[in-house]
């Protein structure tokens, strides 16, 4: 790492950091979820699926921040793969509801162990309690505003 | 907000916090920097070379976790606009510094109080020594791992 660019005023910006911090992360987690042939983006829809909550291809979106186009292609491929099943919403009839099939479940287990651990290891140089106090805030910075 | 997603495991995940945390920020910011005809990307590499460091492109691409080809493409439009220019650089001489010319420095002075401005809107749920604490556990994030 350089240590010239971390003196400037750059490097104390939250937005910035949420930034790099990101990119670390999603790069480790990516590479650790490559053997179950997830990524992060399609292993939060199966998570999400696998939850029990059925959630809407609208909810998901907005969840995950991304948009409808790129949701229907995650649901697609863990479709393709025998993962996830779109059903109608029970709670609207318009909307479909997207639910893990038994090996989505399964997969999605595995695959939250593995992030689990790529998560601790991105995150080496923190304590465990610190680790909580960052989801903590992280969890309050992701939910307000 | 959906309340009903976040009581699922994925909403406790750092990965996908900071994901979130990050794509609420950007969207803020970028609303923030219109006026100034600015997004994050572009401004942070205007802040960078405005910082008296001038950083090298490659410098640029690994700080902010770009692209080389996404870096060119942001220098080549600060540069069209007169904000920076390419310099050889003193230590590599097979590499290019950039810098910020005057109007670049001035430009951002404003966008970085804007950002800061955008960074507590954006983290309005949060107290001024939580923002701090958040600060200070992203860097460690953020340049560990």
Known sequence: MDDRLLTTGLADEIEFLTARARAVGTAHANASLAPL???????????????????????????????ASQIVALVDGLESRGLVVRTQDARDRRSNAIS????????????????????????????SAERDRLRELLKKAAFTG
Not at 46 to 62: F, H, I, K, M, N
Not at 114 to 119: L, Q
């Open 100 to 127: 893990a099939t038994p090996a989505g479940r399964a997969l999605a287990a595995k695959a939250a162990v593995i992030v689990r651990r790529a998560e601790t290891e991105s995150l080496s140089g923190l304590t």
């Open 37 to 67: 042939d997830l990524r992060v983006r399609s292993y939060s829809v199966l998570a999400l699926a696998a939850s029990g909550v059925d959630p809407t291809q609208r909810e998901l979106a907005e969840f995950l921040s991304l948009d």
